[in-house]
């Protein structure tokens, strides 16, 4: 709750990793845009949420939207995400991320990857993701403010967000099929990590994502993310860490 | 997701008495406001949610926030409420409130009013409600966004949010003791409104507000909103809309 300058904690890698999670494994996310033609007037809407290879948030909208026409008017946005738990709503841990929205156009080799990443997350958003007035957009995060609880607020840069190695097209490249033989050859290992790194129940896991930084694990209505502690520096490491993790 | 005038659906009272709910049973909202200092990016965080007596919704923030200093800077915000369930988080109806929002005076009659409804909504808010630093702020909406799920998008005004009722000073005057009332000699109806008109499980269901409009329920974490279909004419109707309601 607290941003102040005065009232901020120091931003340690523990923070910085809180806040990660918080943006790559949520489903939605409330999104804040100046609404046009109003003068600068705030609307907060909700969006799905997916997750570029490099870390950078994006969304799935629709050209009818208020957010939408806001956007194209006016980049800057905000994103909030963190779930409301049990108890008081502002006892969770929320991250606030604000950013620059660029769109990324239909059928580029960026907006492959994207959906294909998208549609994995999000089995269902494929009965619509292909309409014509559907189009994603890629935010890049520009800085963040992570509360972590009552009186544990700390502020973040856009950098802070972003994953950094060089592996990232590498990874790419070999997600799906990495995804796919995981899956088919070692059922049980989604499972297993949600369990040992995400306090997660549950037997029906499946790994949904695959990227430098760490692994998006889905359930059902569930997503959660197990982020690794430095991200790989070649695509060659994803095994051994995957093998690692089982224990 | 759409609110161009172009896929706007006709507002019936049906989508108003839905609205209304969404407002008025959230425990906690996103709101969007405009950073200070930053010539105009916007800022979602999290707040807790209350209602006054004339349906006006209210937060409680700290005047070290982020969202509180931008408030001061510009009055003007944005409200999303709306709880995610299960399936697909687009699926489910949620509310955009634009809002106008007034600082509270502490010790006023009115902080009065509204601190003693918020504490029974959110009883754990008694631990910080008077830190020097807290405040609240009434919300007035001037327009609203319903989206009831894909494609069920209606424009609403500030106006169909507001209580209008001759009764609402006469029933908050007796508000307090008409909800120990209920507790300590009905203790049942509770958990009987919820079930019959909010489809609410449980039986330990507790009334945490009383206005000319509807009634607030209350288990645990879970919030609820008995909408009447018309207001209360005069506080000596309530009687017998409880009764009737107990049915």
Same mark, same amino acid.
């Given at each position: 709750?607290?941003?102040?300058?005065?009232?901020?904690?120091?931003?340690? %890698?523990?923070?910085?990793?809180?806040?990660?999670?918080?943006?790559? /494994?949520?489903?939605?996310?409330?999104?804040?845009?100046?609404?046009?033609?109003?003068?600068?007037?705030?609307?907060?809407?909700?969006?799905?949420?997916?997750?570029?290879?490099?870390?950078?948030?994006?969304?799935?909208?629709?050209?009818?939207?208020?957010?939408?026409?806001?956007?194209?008017?006016?980049?800057?946005?905000?994103?909030?995400?963190?779930?409301?738990?049990?108890?008081?709503?502002?006892?969770? =841990?929320?991250?606030?991320?604000?950013?620059?929205? #660029?769109?990324?156009?239909?059928?580029?080799?960026?907006?492959?990857?994207?959906?294909?990443?998208?549609?994995?997350?999000?089995?269902?958003?494929?009965?619509?993701?292909?309409?014509? %007035?559907?189009?994603?957009?890629?935010?890049? =995060?520009?800085?963040?403010?992570?509360?972590?609880?009552?009186?544990?607020?700390?502020?973040?840069?856009? #950098?802070?967000?972003?994953?950094?190695?060089?592996?990232?097209?590498?990874?790419?490249?070999?997600?799906?099929?990495?995804?796919?033989?995981?899956?088919?050859?070692?059922?049980?290992?989604?499972?297993?990590?949600?369990?040992?790194?995400?306090?997660?129940?549950?037997?029906?896991?499946?790994?949904?994502?695959?990227?430098?930084?760490?692994? %998006?694990?889905? /359930?059902?209505?569930?997503?959660?993310?197990?982020?690794?502690?430095?991200?790989?520096?070649?695509?060659?490491?994803?095994?051994?860490?995957?093998?690692?993790?089982?224990?």
């Amino acid at each position: 709750m607290a941003e102040n300058p005065s009232v901020l904690r120091e931003t340690d %890698d523990e923070a910085r990793k809180l806040a990660r999670i918080l943006l790559r /494994s949520a489903r939605s996310a409330a999104i804040a845009v100046i609404e046009p033609d109003s003068g600068g007037f705030p609307f907060v809407s909700r969006v799905l949420l997916g997750i570029d290879t490099d870390g950078t948030p994006v969304i799935l909208v629709s050209a009818l939207s208020t957010h939408t026409q806001a956007l194209s008017a006016d980049s800057r946005c905000s994103l909030l995400t963190g779930e409301i738990g049990k108890g008081d709503p502002l006892a969770h =841990p929320r991250l606030t991320v604000q950013c620059e929205a #660029e769109k990324v156009e239909r059928d580029s080799e960026v907006h492959n990857r994207i959906r294909e990443r998208f549609v994995r997350r999000h089995p269902k958003s494929e009965l619509y993701i292909d309409f014509p %007035d559907f189009a994603f957009f890629r935010l890049t =995060p520009l800085k963040a403010s992570l509360n972590g609880g009552f009186g544990r607020a700390y502020a973040l840069d856009g #950098e802070d967000l972003r994953i950094r190695s060089p592996a990232i097209d590498d990874l790419a490249a070999m997600e799906a099929r990495a995804i796919e033989h995981m899956t088919s050859d070692h059922a049980d290992a989604a499972s297993r990590y949600a369990k040992a790194y995400c306090k997660a129940e549950g037997t029906d896991w499946r790994i949904c994502g695959l990227d430098a930084a760490g692994v %998006d694990l889905i /359930s059902g209505d569930q997503l959660k993310r197990l982020e690794y502690e430095e991200p790989l520096k070649s695509a060659g490491e994803l095994r051994m860490m995957l093998i690692k993790l089982y224990g």
